[in-house]
């Protein structure tokens, strides 16, 4: 599902920025400059809203009018629940795949961890560093 909050967005010395989403009790993260600060907020925005649909919490609604005071700015963000789970969920998925033969022998006695081993290749082939970056839900 696809939801938009306003997020209070403050500016700090060192470049960053602190984001408060105020409809949202606890959502709070930071970015190391305007555009993180921005997809950090989206991340932890859906991040609330999954905990909340999944304890069938109501969710708020939206406010229409927030007013800050210079340098801190208001900023719609849009956090989209139904990706945030596709990009988070790191239940394993089982694969059935076929490898030769000699392959297989030499691997196995070498000790391979072949689901790892795996994964390393797929991360490498699409061009993958890390995994996911999480934000934790504040009460």
């Known amino acids: 599902m696809k939801y938009v909050y ?3 967005f403050t500016p700090l010395p060192s ?3 602190d984001v408060r989403v105020p ?3 606890g959502c709070i993260t ?3 400059n305007l555009a993180d600060a921005i997809e950090m907020a989206g991340d932890a925005i859906a991040m609330w809203l999954c905990d909340a649909e999944d304890n069938q919490e109501t969710i708020p609604l939206p406010s229409e009018n927030i007013t800050v005071e210079h340098p801190q700015f208001v900023n719609l963000v849009i956090a989209d ?3 945030y789970r596709r990009e988070n969920d790191n239940r394993a998925v089982k694969k059935t795949l076929t490898i030769p033969n000699w392959l297989n022998s030499k691997a196995e006695k070498a000790g391979v961890n072949f689901p790892q081993t795996l994964q390393t290749a797929l991360k490498n082939q699409l061009n993958i560093s890390e995994q996911p970056r999480k934000v934790k839900k504040q009460p």
């Open 6 to 8: 306003p997020a209070i």
């Open 81 to 83: 629940t139904d990706e």
């Open 30 to 32: 930071c970015g190391k």
């Open 15 to 17: 470049g960053e920025y």
């Open 23 to 25: 409809d949202l009790p």
